[in-house]
């Protein structure tokens, strides 16, 4: 089943030494639940890439040695400056469509031909310096690359091992800068907590 396929690629990220490693922790029955609120960035293993669209969530479960629970991003909700209606989790596959990754320059042959170009045009007035420069189109192999690093940071789905590590994903296309509070809900098989982070 495609769902069963999906899961096994999410891995989560591995979870840090404790839940005071965090910035807020709390119990939801025997289960401690950790999280960061990291904003428009999207941090994975080796980059951190951003997204004008989402505000992320770093959390992580931990509970008894040999415990387990069954976990899902639909557990968790974000209450953003106090409105009343929290922001539901959503799933990885909303996200890569908006990613940038900051440190990807577009392949140095086509900012080479770009500027051949510009001196080729001539007065043609076609490059009127107020202009917005071109859109910048990531291949689609990039693009993939990224959706894919993003996927196997995610949270994890189903019964699983504790501790589990992973992000959770909100729409927010505010800046971070209007956000005066943030509130990580948990309502799961655990039982229910409220995290206030640091936004």
Do not use: C
């Not at 096994?8 to 960061?36: L, M, S």
């Not at 968790?76 to 908006?98: D, E, I």
């Not at 996927?151 to 589990?164: I, W, Y």
């Amino acid at each position: 089943s495609t769902k069963a396929a999906q899961s096994a690629e999410i891995q989560g990220i591995p979870a840090r030494a404790t839940p005071a490693d965090y910035q807020a922790h709390a119990k939801a029955g025997t289960v401690t639940i950790a999280a960061e609120f990291i904003g428009h960035f999207v941090r994975i293993p080796d980059s951190t890439l951003t997204t004008d669209d989402y505000i992320a969530v770093e959390t992580a479960l931990f509970g008894d040695a040999d415990g387990r629970i069954k976990l899902s991003p639909d557990n968790f909700s974000l209450r953003v400056n106090g409105k009343k209606a929290p922001l539901p989790s959503q799933p990885y596959g909303m996200v890569t469509g908006s990613l940038k990754d900051p440190d990807w320059e577009p392949p140095a042959s086509s900012s080479a031909g770009a500027s051949k170009s510009k001196t080729s045009l001539g007065g043609g007035g076609q490059n009127d310096s107020n202009s917005p420069p071109p859109p910048v189109h990531i291949p689609i192999e990039v693009q993939r690359a990224m959706a894919q690093k993003v996927q196997k940071a995610s949270l994890a789905e189903g019964e699983r091992a504790l501790p589990q590590a992973g992000l959770l994903f909100f729409q927010f296309r505010g800046k971070t800068s209007g956000i005066r509070s943030v509130e990580l809900i948990y309502n799961g098989p655990a039982g229910q907590a409220t995290l206030a982070l640091q936004p």
